[in-house]
């Protein structure tokens, strides 16, 4: 995680920034049926942050470290002339040939998304437009705590550990990645390695109540957020259409919504079916443009 | 390794500064007595540089991944604003309980150290002054073989595996560390941990020839670069008197100089001994100006 690039110091305490740089590689280990096990954090701290600051964004990381059972193992530190550089590397395991890749989708397999979609996306355009958390915590009703959903969901993303670790061990999806570049673009590299296509079905996306409720004042299409927006950190997965009760089973013992919301094919290609109508769906993720 | 802070690009081409990223943190394997087996990298590229580029940068460093049986399992790239950053992290292994730590010096341990020490300083300040590798290469005779030894041991250290896993696996060690920040700093290390001190003799002190040979061209004291100078890679360790013949025979069998320096003592601090006289050696390795 780079500062300029992936978050700017202003946007959030230092222990969110702290925490979410080793949640997003969590999610990798989630995303491969894995259970994390070790990380490491390296960091490089330019002069204009002080000592404090850095303290609270390792104590932020540690936080999550702690709650998700991982030990800190190693890491480094080091200057910088004028940017902010966390990396975090995690170390998960399952068993032996459990390992839940991009490879394995199959033509009439199901799509199946966690959680909801979107609200990142819009968290990003609140933050851009110059909102803070604590004025989000302030605001009061239903527009308050649609703000703090987008912003929690961008600043305070949680890594589906539990839920990609019981979709691994169960033997619940034929291929497996978590959104961290949009769904477009992360299902992209899904159909690339496993050698076919998929339509999604927009009436079956679930957008997040966020994007949908902020999407006049902030003038923005919430099927579009959710299907291209970044650092969802959901898991997106493909799955035998005879899985399909285990996997609500899932769902209902989690208390996570996970959704179907398409089909793999076998001719290449991604489309968009909208209104009884296909169309093609292009990659376009999320891009880091801060 | 952090662009700016620990190199500058115009110093070496970029296959020698992406070896030496991944060089420095196998060395941390093998001063615990480990053997690399695994690695990781991250890098972050700023706009100022090619894809030509990154790709050298990391044949450098898969090339020494390779040549040490090292496999690369995990990474990510970013972009970054205006510095090149690269973290690597190394997982080795060890038998059980066969770690060798900072901890463990008793008074009455001799201190050894492989290799020769200055030379990495005396090719940091030839790289300050504005010499290339390859004018060094050009240069001819003695000289010419100085300023290679310096600058070689500079850019392209080479981290002490083979003798670093030996050291453990035989148990010839009873404390070992690495000399990143200098000697001086990096036994203080060992001292702080392992609660005692330690006296060094002068006239024991592997000096590197470069250092000797240039220290007039240079102004620099050659025993003092190597008392302090940093990033030698070289392996630092304290073992009981009884060792001695067969780390002589380690010696002997990598060809590489292994020199014993002093003694651990019960006192806590670090003295040098130099023309019969004891005076107090302070921890001042070097530290990066660049």
């Keep these: 995680m780079v500062e300029g690039v992936h978050f700017r110091i202003e946007w959030a305490d230092p222990e969110l920034i702290g925490r979410k740089a080793l949640a997003v590689t969590l999610s990798d280990v989630a995303a491969m049926g894995g259970s994390a096990k070790f990380a490491m954090v390296s960091i490089a701290l330019p002069p204009h942050l002080s000592a404090q600051f850095i303290e609270k964004t390792l104590g932020g990381l540690f936080d999550l470290a702690h709650s998700c059972g991982v030990s800190i193992i190693g890491g480094d530190t080091s200057s910088s002339r004028d940017s902010l550089f966390i990396d975090t590397i ?15 989708a199959e033509a009439g397999n199901r799509v199946y998304v966690t959680g909801t979609l979107g609200a990142s996306a819009t968290g990003l355009m609140l933050l851009e437009r110059g909102m803070k958390l604590r ?15 987008a912003l929690v969901k961008h600043l305070a993303p949680e890594p589906r550990l539990i839920a990609g670790r019981l979709i691994g061990e169960r033997e619940l999806a034929t291929a497996m990645i978590d959104i961290s570049d949009g769904l477009s673009t992360d299902l992209t590299h899904i159909l690339e390695e496993s050698d076919c ?41 493909t799955a035998r259409p005879e899985t399909h009760s285990r996997i609500e089973g899932l769902s209902s013992e989690l208390g996570l919504p996970i959704t ?25 993720g999320y891009e880091h443009k801060i």
Tied chains: 1, 2.
């Design 135 to 149: 004025e989000a915590n302030a605001a009061e009703g239903e527009i308050g705590r649609q703000y703090r959903e």
């Design 260 to 284: 179907a919301i398409g089909e793999i094919t076998s001719a290449r290609g991604l489309q968009l079916e909208r209104d009884g109508k296909l169309r093609p769906l292009m990659p376009a």
């Design 197 to 237: 296509g998929a339509i999604i079905r927009a009436e079956a996306m679930p957008v997040a109540e966020s994007a949908l409720d902020l999407s006049i004042e902030l003038e923005i299409d919430p099927l579009s957020l959710a299907l291209h927006g970044g650092e969802e950190y959901e898991l997106l997965f």
């Design 90 to 104: 995690a170390i998960g395991e399952c068993a032996a040939g459990r390992a839940v890749t991009r490879r394995g």
